[in-house]
């Protein structure tokens, strides 16, 4: 069984900053793919940043040079570091892991940041 906690959001204004984090507990294997989604009300959930194991990444154009995805394989924890927020950013966020050995996909609760213009 994989857990997800994710922590981090809130209320901050814009250009404001926040730092998302997501501690994954279980087995995700060493090989799993790490991401952050969001999602508005009434809109599809949509990719924000993914991260291998190994480092590699893939970050939405609407966030590249704002945001940063980083891992700690040691503690299966990820981070999402927003900078420069803007209240288009606004969304519940939700932690992801798809594991490699058999394709499973796991969701945290969500954490909610909100931007204030």
């Known amino acids: 069984q994989v857990q997800l906690v994710e922590s981090g959001g809130g209320l901050v204004q814009t250009g404001g900053s926040l730092r998302l984090s997501c501690a994954a507990s279980?087995?995700?294997?060493?090989?799993?793919?790490m991401g952050w989604y969001r999602q508005v009300q009434g809109h599809q959930r949509e990719l924000v940043a993914i991260?291998?194991?190994?480092?590699?990444?893939n970050v939405a154009d609407s966030v590249k040079g704002r945001f940063t995805i980083s891992r700690d394989n040691v503690k299966n924890t990820i981070y999402l570091q927003m900078n420069n927020l803007k209240p288009e950013d606004t969304a519940a966020y939700y932690c992801?892991?798809?594991?490699?050995?058999?394709?499973?996909?796991?969701w945290g609760q969500g954490t909610q940041v909100t931007v204030s213009s």
């Open positions: 279980g087995s995700i294997g060493s090989s799993s793919t």
């Open positions: 992801n892991v798809v594991r490699r050995s058999d394709r499973s996909v796991y």
């Open positions: 991260i291998t194991s190994s480092g590699g990444t």
